[in-house]
């Protein structure tokens, strides 16, 4: 069936060092959306994108989105322990029906 | 936050009990949606509703019942349950009818056992 990958599934990093996470999607998507969820937590909204090669940045964070909108990357700068959790992405496949589908998620560890 | 709140935060169950999951959103949203999340699995999207109607079921057992009687509450009635049907249930809501165009708020989840 249609799925949105992620990875990697997950990533331990010293603090200050960089993180990203890929998402990959079998087809095109409309849009793609990034939640984080804490340990214990809820996911939250981040952030959307939905012009193809489109970029948005967030403080340390940088959002990307494929010329292709197949793809959709997240970065971190300098991760700190605040960013521990586990980072979603989901999007509208095409032919999926107007609804999101939610990637299998990067779970990232930050370590002092 | 409280704008998306689900109650009970825990049950235990038999596979045999019938019970209720409750989602309240305070946010004036049109949409809401009952999610599943298991351990190593994505978010299963399981009920969307938009304007109290239900506008998408992703082939969910029918031992899984959705009820919305108003935009602010939607109930996940629970009948005959399956031990793989333990799992995080998570309650969502979004504005506008775009449903997939909307950022989504999460409740905090109901951590559902099944025995």
């Known amino acids: 069936g249609q799925q949105v990958m992620q990875i990697p599934q997950y990533q331990h990093v010293q603090e200050g060092e960089d993180f990203t996470t890929y998402c990959n999607s079998s087809?095109?998507?409309?849009?793609i959306q990034w939640y984080k969820q804490r340990p214990g937590g809820h996911p939250v909204f981040l952030i959307q994108l939905v012009k193809s090669g489109e970029v948005k940045k967030q403080k340390r964070l940088t959002f990307q989105f494929g010329e292709a909108k197949k793809n959709s990357s997240l970065h971190i700068t300098a991760t700190q322990t605040t960013d521990v959790g586990t980072y979603f992405c989901a999007g509208r496949l095409t032919g999926g029906g107007n609804k999101l589908t939610f990637g299998t998620g990067t779970q990232l560890k930050v370590e002092l | 936050e409280t704008g998306v709140t689900q109650t009970p935060r825990h049950l235990v169950m038999g596979m045999t009990n019938k019970k209720s999951l409750k989602c309240e959103q305070h946010l004036g949203h049109n949409a809401m949606y009952w999610y599943k999340q298991s351990a190593k699995k994505p978010l299963e999207l399981m009920f969307v509703?938009?304007?109290?109607?239900?506008?998408e079921n992703n082939s969910v057992p029918s031992r899984f019942s959705p009820e919305c009687p108003n935009s602010s509450h939607l109930f996940l009635h629970l009948h005959t349950l399956q031990p793989e049907d333990s799992a995080l249930y998570l309650c969502a809501s979004s504005p506008g009818l775009a449903v997939s165009y909307n950022e989504q708020f999460f409740g905090p989840g109901t951590r559902l056992t099944v025995l």
């Open positions: 087809t095109t998507l409309s849009n």
């Open positions: 509703y938009s304007l109290e109607e239900r506008v």
